[in-house]
């Protein structure tokens, strides 16, 4: 089993490589690898798309539908990983441990995003890996025209589906 494992996500707009930090994110990466290997993201989407902040998904279905998911995590950002530019962090609601399939990865750095404290507002979101090829994919992504729908806002016009999610090793 390895430290850093790799993992492909195929989308509708090309691949992204990521690059896992077993060590620093224990829970977050076998959560997220358990999810992949069940088949959970396949025909996900990134439903929430903001230029210059990052790309969500991993949670809705093409119709807008939430998933089922299992039980939340505990929540690693005190794991020092930072919210930088390529990074992938677990998405989670205002409760600080409420993260199940949900991700995002920063399109810039985001040190707001970083645990700056025990209170809610400032524990952070956990990075739990990196993108080490297809950032172009994901900028692709970032700079989709978006809409709001569903109670839902910056969700792109055009679905950005998530078509599988494979562990590479």
Do not use: C, W
């Not at 492909?8 to 224990?26: C, N």
């Not at 807008?64 to 929540?75: C, D, F, L, Y």
């Not at 025990?118 to 025209?145: H, K, N, R, S, W």
């Amino acid at each position: 089993m390895s430290d850093k494992p790799m993992v492909q996500i195929e989308t509708s707009h090309g691949e992204i490589i990521l690059e896992l930090d077993r060590v620093k994110a224990p829970v977050s990466v076998e959560n997220f690898i358990n999810y992949a290997n069940t088949g959970h993201y396949d025909g996900t989407i990134f439903h929430r798309v903001i230029k210059g902040f990052m790309i969500q998904g991993g949670g809705l279905t093409t119709d807008m539908q939430e998933k089922p998911t299992g039980k939340a995590i505990i929540n690693e950002a005190t794991n020092k990983l930072k919210n930088k530019t390529g990074t992938v962090a677990m998405g989670r609601t205002a409760e600080i441990n409420s993260a199940t399939t949900q991700f995002f990865i920063n399109t810039e750095d985001n040190k707001d995003l970083d645990h700056g404290g025990l209170q809610p507002e400032m524990y952070g979101y956990a990075v739990f890996g990196q993108v080490v090829d297809g950032m172009d994919v994901v900028y692709t992504i970032e700079q989709q025209a978006t809409t709001s729908t569903e109670g839902y806002d910056d969700v792109p016009v055009e679905p950005v589906v998530i078509q599988s999610v494979m562990v590479l090793d």
